[in-house]
């Protein structure tokens, strides 16, 4: 058998018998083709909405309202999901109409077809198990897809903590390393006073490590989910016994602390805590696209730059000049930023667009957060094993930078006062003399006093 027929409430349609989804996630399929990414692009989402619907199937068991039998193919079917077999088989665009509906169906329909196969019955038999009468049962797109989405994005958020942590743990090391060396520190591009280059690894590693925190406090605000109000958030079509059991499985199933909103019907509407995640994810992606400037200008050259540190090798950088050598781990950071930004904006104008007991647009609220979060973890990754790791001080360059700086006056000034050290750096300029040259030619310091001054452990504040 080739083919077969199914039937909805539009018509009946032609399926290859290959497929294992069904009528209505064909018809996702001839109506939305936005973005070119299938649900399946992000498998933390098929895992969560097989999760969601293996507690349901449990919770409706239990309570009596599923046989044994489909409960049991059911639960056997959303395990092999979780497993990433058929990831493939979630072929929805992510960007659809009908708040999610299409994405809810197209696991219905996967989870009931190989449900059905497990029975020994074939696809499309629905009559011995259907996609909403069973495998729906009790739950609405409106309380499953942003329970699943609520969990998927936890999942995909511990994949990106943990590569934040080991990027931060990197940048750290190499402070450490380079805790001895000497350079001069900048504000506004111009020279500052001097620091270590192990301070500025430290500040880096510092700045990016307290992302961890906000990631999972952001995280916390998802575990608040509205399985269970099925619609509008009223609980219609589901026993009253039905919420608790099912999340109470899921949290069981998905190993998070999921809870029940207290209100079901703001919690259907409300996209509060997704709108906060993003922000948080913005956050970080300007930390990282700052350091990833930072890195691009203390290593530029390499002879007529900053130079101060040698970024790892990784590819030829010019078709035409040869020996050029790009940063481009860096920049491959920063303009993931750029995207993970604007894809902020996306889910804040999709948030706000809700209307009364639901909102239509989280789709693209959902697409959004999982794509940023995918693209941040991978950064993070390429940045930590491409770059940060094989990073290295220059050190003479460092030091001359230091000699030949008149940020180093700031030092004398406690002594001197701020109008005599003035008045040094602008004759050290002028006569392209170092600030020790112009002090002892002014006979205001002996060489010790101005060794002493000078010294820098004293001028770093370490």
Known sequence: MLARTEHDLIGNMELPNTVWYGIQTQRALDNFSISGVPIGHFPELISSLAMVK?????????????????????????????????????????????????????????????????????????????????????????????????????????ALILAVGSLTQSLYNKSQEFNHVIKMGRTQLQDAVPMSLGQEFNAFATVLGKEIARLQEAGKLLCEVNLGGTAIGTGINSHKDYANLAIAHLVTISNKPLVQANDLIAATSDMGAFVYYSGILKRLAVKLSKISNDLRLL??????????????????????????????IPEAVNQT??????????????????????????????YNLLNSIKMLTSACKMLDERCIKGIQANEKRCQDNVDNSIGTVTALVPVLGYSNAS???????????????????????????????LNPISMIGI
Request: charged share 15%.
């Open 54 to 158: 293996q507690a349901a199937a449990t919770a409706n068991q239990q309570l009596g309202l599923l046989p044994q039998h489909k409960a049991e193919a059911i639960i056997a079917a959303c395990k092999d999901i979780q497993s990433g077999l058929h990831n493939q088989d979630f072929v929805v665009d992510a960007i659809q109409g009908g708040a999610g509906t299409s994405t809810n169906m197209n696991a219905n329909e996967v989870i009931a077809n190989i449900a059905l196969t497990k029975m020994g019955r074939i696809k499309g038999d629905y009559q011995f198990l259907h996609p909403n009468d069973d495998v729906n049962q009790c739950q609405s797109t409106n309380d499953v897809y942003p329970t699943a989405a609520s969990l998927a994005i936890q999942l995909a958020g511990d």
């Open 337 to 366: 930023a750029y995207q993970v930004i604007a894809s902020d904006l996306a889910v804040t104008l999709a948030a706000e667009a809700g209307q009364l007991q639901l909102n239509a647009m989280e789709p693209l609220i959902i």
């Open 423 to 453: 008045a040094i750096a602008r004759q050290a300029l002028a006569e392209n003399k170092t600030i020790s040259d112009v002090v002892l030619g002014r006979k205001l310091l002996s060489q010790q006093q101005l060794d002493n001054l």
């Open 299 to 328: 290593s530029s050259g390499p002879r007529t730059g900053f130079a101060e540190i040698s970024l790892p090798a990784v590819q030829p950088g010019s078709s035409i000049m040869p020996g050029k050598v790009n940063p481009v």
